[in-house]
């Protein structure tokens, strides 16, 4: 005998519906079918019942009732409309006034005890005018002026309902509410366009994602061999390289159920909440297996446990988090893909049996620029002088957020030219607001501010000239020099590398610290004085000297030992949680620090030497930032080569 199966118990939401739906009847039943109320008629006038029969009508009535006195002697004193009709035009003085309502009409005869009553089931446009005729009294029913007392009630009762569900909705402490996991549910309530033919740049990072999206369309074709699905795949790599987008890439791709959320919607005030959502997330997958998990940002919940902070409810939220993947329900496939910009600060944990893949999204080569670019300017109409390789060679470090942006703004400055397509100048320009910000053309500076700028910009420019003419590889190529004020700088000098860089030389490094503080130096060369324009350049030159001598090995003095290290604290943030470990003597830092000054005074003074050896190029170009405040690195180095003839 089979058994039978218990009811499954009805969700609150499903409550809720059909308690407003029995709510909404009652409602309108009352609506429709009103309730008593007090109505305004004549005081001398009781509305009869529908069933009260008339023991001797006719002689009370009149002649012109004994032509229907038959079939009115054992009836109602309800008569037909037509009966009204008849009395009105032949006894008429026997009435003695009429109350109108809108419905029915009550008429009281002079000679009879009760009211009679009649019926309306259509207007009479004429009966107005013919009480007005008859000179009989009349006068009109007040209806019913609202529902009763009972509507009113249900009203109330209604509105406090509902009160209470709103209230419930906002209380932060609604534990069916908050232990929802919030996340989005892709490829089933809607499609996600996005493909791996709209990505560009990661082609490694691409092959590693799409092995696992084949796995859950086909796992025949894996499992054959022994082959396992992936637990997960954690996506590295700085902002705006494409984990995201991958990740929707994903979605676009996998014929498959795709929850995506973020690391930080798991993150509540509430103990126990987040690890509450990771456990929905998860049943919520395994019920339409295989399915894809994907958390955004997946540091903000998965840092580095145990560092002394008491910080219960992430850490629970981790342990869940890390029990579903590998926990006593692994079997099912579900595959976890987390994206993260912060790789160092995860728990050891995120890599044994959770994480089986680590993906690797880089920063983009000059091939994958303008694989990234082709994508970006699909739909925009492009002039014939624009070279996309040429493009893609003049935006080293560009990621591709960077590029998707480069190819929008130069779309921007063209139609606010009203030109038919984007020409190559657009993307030049583009790429200036890109790298070094929006011009300030309200700001007015001063002849003696233009004067300082255009010095110090110069000392930088032609240092820079100067270095990468003697060595190439130990110089990047100066691309634009300019005194026209950008975001926070009063002027800049963009250097733009014509190929990447994956390893940087010994004198590659100090040659960039003579270009940093070659514009203090044009300062106080020419100008006689300093200003507080080379605070930038000093700060960056310091680090960079210190970083060199503690860390890269690169001083003779202090040897090959790293005698500093810099760790930030996984809770408090880069500047509050730093932690410094000193891992030398006092006469080593003191070393250190005279190896500091030793390095920036050797910069300076070859700085200063370059300078001397072309003031006449020097002062030519600050006479032209002074009349043109834009200068290409062409022009400046045509004016060095000029000059020295």
Not at 168 to 194: C, F, V, W
Request: proline content about 4%; overall charge positive.
């Amino acid at each position: 005998m089979p058994m039978n199966t218990p009811n499954k118990p009805k969700s609150p939401k499903s409550k809720n519906k059909i308690i407003i739906g029995a709510l909404l009847l009652l409602g309108l039943a009352l609506y429709v079918n009103g309730c008593p109320s007090n109505k305004k008629i004549h005081p001398d006038l009781v509305e009869p019942q529908d069933k009260v029969t008339i023991e001797k009508p006719a002689p009370e009535i009149g002649e012109a009732f004994k032509e229907v006195q038959p079939v009115y002697e054992t009836e109602t004193k309800i008569i037909p409309y037509s009966l009204f009709l008849t009395l009105l035009d032949k006894e008429k003085k026997d009435i003695e006034y009429i109350v109108i309502g809108k419905e029915k009409l009550i008429i009281k005869l002079k000679r009879a005890k009760e009211p009679i009553t009649t019926f309306l089931t259509k207007n009479d446009p004429d009966l107005i005018a013919k009480l007005k005729e008859s000179g009989i009294k009349f006068s009109f029913q007040q209806e019913k002026e609202g529902f009763g007392l009972f509507f009113w009630l249900f009203l109330v009762v209604l509105a406090f309902y509902v009160f209470n569900q709103r209230r419930s909705a906002q209380n932060p402490l609604d534990q069916n509410r908050m232990a929802k996991s919030g996340a989005k549910k892709i490829n089933e309530d809607k499609k996600i366009e996005t493909t791996f033919k709209d990505i560009a740049g990661i082609e490694e990072a691409k092959q590693e994602v799409q092995e696992i999206v084949e796995f859950l369309k086909n796992p025949d074709k894996f499992t054959r061999l022994g082959a396992k699905l992936p637990k997960g795949a954690l996506l590295i790599g700085s902002p705006g390289c494409g984990k995201t987008l991958l990740a929707k890439a994903i979605a676009g791709e996998a014929n498959v159920p795709f929850h995506s959320l973020s690391g930080s919607q798991f993150v509540e005030m509430f103990v126990g909440v987040g690890a509450a959502r990771v456990r929905d997330l998860f049943e919520a997958a395994r019920k339409q297996t295989p399915s894809i998990i994907f958390i955004d940002e997946v540091d903000s919940v998965g840092k580095s446990r145990g560092t002394g902070i008491s910080d219960s409810e992430r850490e629970q939220t981790l342990n869940q988090l890390l029990v579903e993947m590998d926990g006593i329900e692994s079997d099912k496939p579900v595959v976890v893909l987390a994206a993260t910009n912060r790789p160092d600060m995860l728990d050891a944990g995120f890599r044994k049996g959770r994480f089986d893949r680590t993906v690797l999204v880089p920063m983009p080569d000059v091939v994958g620029r303008k694989g990234i670019l082709k994508i970006h300017t699909r739909d925009i109409v492009l002039a014939k002088n624009v070279n996309l390789k040429t493009l893609a060679k003049g935006t080293t470090g560009f990621s591709g957020a960077d590029l998707a942006n480069l190819a929008n703004e130069a779309a921007l400055i063209a139609t606010r030219k009203k030109k038919n397509a984007v020409e190559m100048k657009d993307f030049e320009k583009a790429k200036d607001k890109v790298m070094i910000g929006y011009e300030r053309k309200t700001l007015k500076l001063t002849d003696k501010d233009k004067l300082v700028t255009a010095t110090h910009e110069t000392g930088h420019a032609l240092v820079n000239a100067v270095l990468f003419q003697e060595n190439p590889e130990r110089a990047d190529p100066l691309h634009k020099v300019s005194i026209v004020p950008r975001s926070n700088a009063l002027g800049i000098t963009v250097q733009l590398p014509t190929e990447d860089r994956y390893t940087v030389s010994e004198g590659f490094l100090l040659n960039k610290l003579v270009i940093l503080l070659a514009g203090r130096v044009a300062e106080e060369f020419k100008l006689k004085e300093k200003s507080t324009g080379a605070k930038d350049d000093l700060k960056k030159a310091t680090e960079l000297v210190r970083q060199m001598i503690c860390e890269l090995g690169m001083s003779e003095k202090i040897g090959l030992a790293v005698v500093e290290e810099v760790s930030e604290h996984p809770f408090l943030g880069k500047r509050l949680g730093q932690e410094s470990s000193v891992l030398h003597s006092e006469q080593t830092a003191k070393d250190i620090d005279e190896e500091i000054k030793k390095t920036l005074n050797k910069s300076y003074e070859k700085a200063k030497k370059i300078i001397e050896n072309n003031i006449t190029a020097f002062d030519k170009i600050v006479s032209l930032l002074l009349s043109k405040e834009n200068l290409t690195g062409k022009e400046v180095v045509k004016i060095i080569k000029r000059m020295k003839k």
